[in-house]
């Protein structure tokens, strides 16, 4: 059973956009002691890459040295005076005025027009600039967006914290200013993350909420059941990339927290191949898997092991010309399990095996081959490997004779009456009926999860906002009450303190149901009178387990 073609490229875009947020994120470490003019080279490249841009123009002022300029169209970097001669057309509409006002403007640099995006780095552009031109019509669209607000948020720290320091060597007596400078920049980007967390974990409630709706009373087809069971498993992982975003330190530092558990190896390469398998329909691949007859165990986090093979197989598809052959080989070599991706691609230059897994590095940097990538996968890669205890290796014979990754990970040698856990099957405990009140703006949201609440024997009622939700308490007399943060109106920190006041709502047991899920996030929602707090998508095991530990 294939999955419908819309489908397959909004899952291919989402966990793109996905990916290029991760490696956005990175972009403050990455630049560690850049000059200015790195970073603007660095930052138009890399947007003419990931957005597949026409032009990207960035200007990075200063207020002791002249403003530095960058261009990059289709063909690369453009010269000095190209560069100068395409800001002097651009002239006028070089007026930042944010990602959702786009101007039709003539190619400064080429034929026909472009539209064009402006945005501001930094307090009202105080330390540059950057500009996106490209001439598909749909330009910009909501990846194009949130893309180009990250890397001008990543920039702007970067340019700010540098200014900072610039201002330290200057005048040891403002040292006290350009710390306050520093710590609202940090400030600044967490808050940015937290709220970049929020929004992408909106829309995985209601997915998630949809697949145990369809656990419960859809048709036991086992097309069905595999079809449930796919989107399942893909919103963990999605879910589990966004956790990511939330602490750019703990990527660029290789620190993600592992969930370390006995894990079959034939298992890892059973999600990754599901996860793939649009990738190499979409290239025409011929995919060969071979795996011992003996079980290979190792002690891991299934779902980074299968991110490690996912970014080697999607690296071999971006990299072999449609038509191709790749090959996925796991085997037993004494202690450690060896996995071998192998594909008859564009090869490696020897003189680039030994950078091949450095953050941004790409052996084809065409926008042909990039595929709107940054080159983190292979990073990854190697980051992950080591974190579990092995590590990987790139081979190849030179250019046009394809490559081999060798991934070599520790065996645990597993009783013969063990048993390898392929994942976590607690069974949780189910709740006694209660009266229960979702409150949700997100009406997808909203009402997924009272439906699924109701196939539990509860009786629910939902409303949307904050002040609906304080006259719900009055007249449903609800024994819970789920509530989101992000309420309009009134939020939910308010709604939940005038609960509180009211007859009704002394006794309720109050949840925050939120895509907020910072420690101060916790802090707060208590302050506000919550009892508990749980982050968006929110497991029904989990939602039974609090629901089943209320007092009657």
Known sequence: MQEAPASVEGNEALRRCVRDLVALSTLPAIWGNARRPQIAESLSEILTRALALDLAYVRVCSAHEPDVEAVHDRQGLLGEAAARAAAS????????????????????????????????????????????????????????????????????????????????????????DSLRALTEADRRKDEFLAILAH??????APLRNAVEILSA????????????????????????????LLD???????????????????????TTLEASRATVEKWGHE?????????????????RLGQVLLNLLDNACKYTDPGGRISLVAERDGAHAV?????????????????IFDMFTQVDRSLERSQGGLGIGLTLVSRLAAMHGGSVEAHSEGPGRGSEFVVRLPLVEVPRNGVAKEGR?????????????????NRDSADSLAMLLGLQGHEVQTCYDGLAAIEAVRSFHPDVALLDIGLPGLNGYEAARRIRETAEGKEIALVAITGWGQEKDRRRSASAGFDHHVTKPVELKELDSLLAALPR
């Open 425 to 441: 099957q607690e069974t949780a405990p189910r709740a006694q009926p209660r009266r229960i009140l979702v409150v949700d703006d």
């Open 199 to 204: 929004e992408l974990r909106n829309p995985l």
């Open 89 to 176: 057309a651009l002239g006028p509409s070089l007026v930042p005025a944010g990602v959702d006002q786009p101007r039709v403007v003539p190619h400064p640099a080429g034929d026909g027009t472009l539209r064009l995006v402006v945005v501001p780095l930094g307090h009202q552009n105080d330390v540059g600039l950057l500009a996106a031109g490209a001439a598909r019509p749909d330009f910009p669209n909501e990846t194009d967006r949130l893309l180009l607000n990250v890397a001008a948020n990543q920039a702007a720290m970067v340019l700010q914290r540098r200014q900072a320091e610039d201002q330290l060597q200057r005048s040891q007596s403002d040292l006290a």
């Open 248 to 270: 750019v330190s703990r990527i660029s530092r290789g620190t993600i927290e592992l969930r370390k558990e006995r894990v079959a190896l034939a298992a890892v390469v059973s």
């Open 339 to 355: 996995i071998r991706v192998r594909d008859s691609g564009i090869g490696i230059p020897q003189e680039r095996l030994t950078d």
């Open 217 to 244: 009373k859809g048709p036991a087809s086992p097309e069905l059941q595999w079809a449930r069971g796919v989107i399942g498993r893909q919103v963990d992982q999605m879910t589990r990339l966004v956790d990511d």
């Open 287 to 303: 995919l060969t898997v071979v795996l011992p007859a003996e079980p290979l165990v190792v002690e891991g986090d299934i779902v």
